[in-house]
């Protein structure tokens, strides 16, 4: 799914507006079908750029709206070990040397807490110091290392315009 846009519009976009303004149609495919299908109906028609983005969108907006959600969607991709393994494809996919690296020595600390990836209980976080100390510190460090990703990605999409935006000639 392709996104048109203005040559003049393209070229003002931030990176984080770019990002999101060539993802937004397939984020809100994905709502309209309420997760149902989205995989055959969509995600398997879209190019790996586009795949990628979604990926890193999808657990990045909602990983680093507070650390509560940080720890909450990171336990979570353990319990959907194919979302850790198409997340970590599309940081690849962009070539991020720093965030891998990081969500895995945050979930190697996850692991060794026992959480229970069905049930990660936001009490625990909230009572154990030890473990809310190293998740704000995580935390933070992904929402430094989430501008550079940003960055590498918008990079990549405006030396691959083609493969995420249809540009047309004339002014929005």
């Given at each position: ?18 990002c ?46 507070s ?106």
């Amino acid at each position: 799914m392709f996104v048109t846009l203005s040559k003049i519009k393209f070229n003002s976009l931030s990176d984080a507006d770019l990002c999101w303004a060539c993802i937004e149609p397939s984020i809100l495919a994905y709502k309209q079908s309420k997760g149902i299908d989205f995989t055959e109906s969509h995600y398997r028609n879209l190019s790996k750029g586009q795949q990628a983005l979604f990926m890193y969108t999808v657990y990045f907006k909602h990983a680093l709206s507070s650390k509560e959600e940080f720890y909450w969607w990171t336990v979570h991709l353990l319990m959907f070990r194919n979302a850790w393994t198409e997340l970590k494809k599309a940081l690849k996919f962009f070539n991020d040397q720093a965030m891998i690296p990081h969500l895995e020595q945050f979930i190697s600390h996850i692991q060794s807490w026992d959480i229970d990836g069905e049930n990660p209980s936001l009490s625990l976080l909230k009572k154990d110091l030890v473990l809310q100390s190293m998740v704000v510190s995580s935390f933070n460090a992904a929402q430094k290392l989430s501008q550079q990703t940003t960055s590498s990605i918008s990079n990549y999409i405006r030396h691959h315009v083609n493969e995420f935006i249809q540009l047309k000639n004339e002014i929005d």
